[in-house]
T-cell receptor
Framework: QQPVQSPQAVILREGEDAVINCSSS?????VHWYRQKHGEAPVFLMI?????EQKGHDKISASFNEKKQQSSLYLTASQLSYSGTYFC?????????FGDGTTLTVKP | DTAVSQTPKYLVTQMGNDKSIKCEQN?????MYWYKQDSKKFLKIMFS???????INETVPNRFSPKSPDKAHLNLHINSLELGDSAVYFC?????????????FGSGTRLTVV
């Protein structure tokens, strides 16, 4: 089964923060996050390999709670360039199952 | 210096035709994939190859046939195209089959079947 993302869509003003959640009904061993801008390919943001791991990339960070089978992506002080659809993915050998995406719109 | 390149970018064709999409990666990755993204943006795995060997075939109709002549190339041939095949097809690669460093996607091929 694919992971479930929430919210499905969020609209922000520049400088506001957002949290995107990804949860799985199956055991999660690792999670990766991607951003896809309209008409473009998904771009890898980060992967979390261990429960309790947190990572940061500029003002975008993520956490992974293995026991709760969920991961969260945090976008701080959002910029116009953060707009796009964010996907979480649960890697397994030879494939990853992606969530249905969260569309983030940042307005001036 | 495109990392994963796929051609063509757009493909418009009639029902019943046969078409191919080509993909090449210059990253030295071992694993390559085909993903289909439908109109609702859902990304679904179709096939994956590790060092030229097929490792995932995710209940895709037989009309779809991937081929990997070497680990840098993965092509997709589609026979007897149907309206429901219209989608964006992404090629991707990863360093290993567990994608410990994530996927690098190609720019996509938008297939429209009329």
């Amino acid at each position: 089964q694919q992971p479930v993302q929430s919210p499905q869509a969020v609209i922000l003003r520049e400088g506001e923060d957002a949290v995107i959640n990804c949860s799985s009904s199956k055991a999660l061993y690792s999670v990766h996050w991607y951003r896809q801008k309209h008409g473009e390919a998904p771009v890898f943001l980060m992967i979390l390999l261990k429960g309790g791991e947190q990572k940061g990339h500029d003002k975008i960070s993520a956490s992974f709670n293995e026991k709760k089978q969920q991961s969260s992506l945090y976008l701080t002080a959002s910029q116009l360039s953060y707009s796009g659809t964010y996907f979480c993915g649960t890697p397994a050998e030879g494939k990853s199952t992606f969530g249905d995406g969260t569309t983030l719109t940042v307005k001036p | 210096d495109t990392a994963v390149s796929q051609t063509p970018k757009y493909l418009v064709t009639q029902m019943g035709n046969d078409k191919s999409i080509k993909c090449e990666q210059n990253l030295g990755h071992d694993t390559m994939y085909w993903y289909k993204q439908d109109s609702k943006k859902f990304l679904k795995i179709m096939f994956s190859y590790n060092n030229k060997e097929l490792i995932i075939n995710e209940t895709v109709p037989n009309r779809f046939s991937p081929k990997s002549p070497d680990k840098a190339h993965l092509n997709l041939h589609i026979n007897s195209l149907e309206l429901g095949d219209s989608a964006v097809y992404f090629c991707a690669s990863s360093q290993d089959a567990m994608a410990h460093y994530g996927y690098t996607f190609g720019s996509g091929t938008r297939l429209t079947v009329v």
